[in-house]
């Protein structure tokens, strides 16, 4: 079964840092570009950053470049996010998502994850 | 930045009824427009790719139709299982952004 599976949410005071996972199971991870959207409370889907197969191109939403980093682990078959200098407005929903077409980039998403938490607040 | 419009914000249908939902582009994404579906709770499920492709496992009462900077998904006859948010999502150009979202809902 093709299957992703989130970690790493939580509370986290603002300024502060946090690592999300998302391991993959049931397809060939290496094979394809991975993303993070994000939902905030009562709201709609935004992206956030997407990672090539290989790994060796990165993409970020403005409202995340420069404090977030996505990175992947192929040999592991898990995908990171490292957010830094969380602010309230990054509360929300994270779910990873898988690209439909191997090796596209920039992709619909056909397999999501159940989403992990994140609340940003003092 | 390609921004995408959803109209109506809210749907209110009977089951049975045809849904139609409209997501319009600020410039035109060719045929590079996705659909979702969402229900409380849950992760986006992806409907339609590509415009008019359905993905795997979704029932043909969904269609997609449109290019350029105008798009349509079209639920033939709602079921009970359909009353949930629609998302468009363009993937032509950087940022890959969505759309604000459809609401069908039970009249």
């Known amino acids: 079964e093709v299957q992703l599976l989130e970690s790493g949410g939580g509370l986290v005071q603002p300024g502060g840092s946090l690592r999300l996972s998302c391991a993959a199971s049931g397809f060939t991870f290496s094979s394809y570009a991975m993303s993070w959207v994000r939902q905030a409370p009562g709201k709609g889907l935004e992206w956030v950053s997407t990672i090539s197969d290989s790994g060796g191109s990165t993409y970020y939403a403005d409202s995340v470049k420069g404090r977030f980093t996505i990175s992947r682990d192929n040999s592991k078959n898990t995908l990171y996010l490292q957010m830094n200098r969380l602010r309230a407005e990054d509360t929300a929903v994270y779910y990873c998502a898988k690209a439909v077409v191997a090796a596209r980039h920039r992709d619909a998403f056909d397999i999501w994850g159940q989403g992990t938490m994140v609340t940003v607040s003092s | 930045e390609i921004v995408l419009t959803q109209s109506p914000a809210t749907l209110s249908l009977s089951p049975g009824e045809r849904a139609t939902l409209s997501c319009r582009a600020s410039?035109?994404?060719?045929?590079?427009l996705a659909w979702y579906q969402q229900k409380p709770g849950q992760a986006p499920r992806l409907l339609i790719y590509?415009?008019?492709n359905r993905a795997t496992g979704i029932p043909a009462r969904f269609s997609g139709s449109g290019s350029g900077t105008d798009f349509t998904l079209t639920i033939s006859s709602l079921e009970p299982e359909d009353f949930a948010v629609y998302y468009c999502?363009?993937?032509?150009?950087?940022?890959?952004?969505f759309g604000g979202g459809t609401k069908v809902e039970l009249k």
């Open positions: 590509d415009a008019s």
């Open positions: 410039q035109s994404v060719s045929s590079y």
């Open positions: 999502q363009q993937r032509s150009n950087w940022p890959p952004a």
